[in-house]
């Protein structure tokens, strides 16, 4: 008799317990919530007073954004969970990186650059041009951007390793195409347009991965 462990998986039967409705919103809707926000990534020109005008947008932006991108993480979890990869290194500490340091990213170069600027509103000009002199290096190459660089790294690994596991195991060609280009758009940046492609791709190979699996129990069921 085979033990149950060593049977095959199917694709799209998760073994975190959870209602499905609840966990088709939480693996579809943060993905695109996030794709469509980055569209509104405020990306103004390197000047001062530009800086000013958006430091209020800035900090909030990316605040809003700290939450989704843990949300997405979830999301990423739940779409390895159906692939059988949940428990796996690549998505353990691919994840891990990504939340950890892609959050720590986010807190300090965009929270943090929007709340610098918006103090420095009431300092003199040339403060204010020292301000922004520190500021600018942190999204750019800055130490800070260290951090972006692991974060994106733990994104690479954990979608590029869901990409290779949908390979080998056959999903439909769309599905890994998917999943390989939000791996790799993530490496272009995630304010527009390479983070919307970015997280909507993975949006797109989560919502095929559903798509599919219903399809399968729809079949087997009149079978």
């Keep these: 008799m085979v033990a149950e462990s060593s049977a095959p998986r199917v694709l799209g039967e998760p073994t975190v317990r959870m209602a499905k409705s609840l966990r088709l919103v939480l693996l579809l809707l943060p993905p695109l919530l996030l794709a469509?926000?980055?569209?509104?990534?405020p990306q103004p020109e390197p000047t001062v007073q530009a800086m000013l005008d958006v430091a209020t947008w800035f900090a909030i932006f990316h605040v809003i954004q700290l939450v989704?991108?843990?949300?997405?993480?979830?999301?990423?979890?739940?779409?390895?969970?159906?692939f059988g990869r949940a428990n796996t290194w690549a998505t353990r500490i691919g994840l891990g990186i990504f939340l950890v340091f892609f959050s720590a990213y986010d807190t300090l170069a965009g929270i943090g650059t929007g709340l610098a600027m918006r103090k420095a509103r009431d300092l003199p000009a040339t403060q204010q041009d020292g301000v922004l002199a520190v500021v600018q290096d942190w999204p750019?190459?800055?130490?800070?951007?260290?951090?972006?660089?692991?974060?994106?790294a733990g994104w690479v690994i954990a979608v590029g390793a869901l990409a290779l596991t949908a390979y080998r195991q056959r999903t439909p060609r769309r599905v890994w195409i998917a999943l390989g280009l939000a791996a790799l758009f993530l490496l272009g940046g995630h304010p527009f347009p390479a983070g919307t492609l970015a997280f909507g791709s993975f949006f797109v190979a989560a919502l095929l991965v559903e798509w599919t699996s219903k399809r399968r129990t729809a079949r087997s069921t009149l079978v």
């Design 36 to 41: 469509g926000f980055e569209t509104l990534h």
């Design 68 to 82: 989704l991108i843990g949300l997405v993480g979830l999301s990423v979890l739940l779409l390895a969970d159906t």
């Design 140 to 152: 750019g190459l800055g130490s800070p951007f260290a951090l972006s660089i692991l974060g994106t």
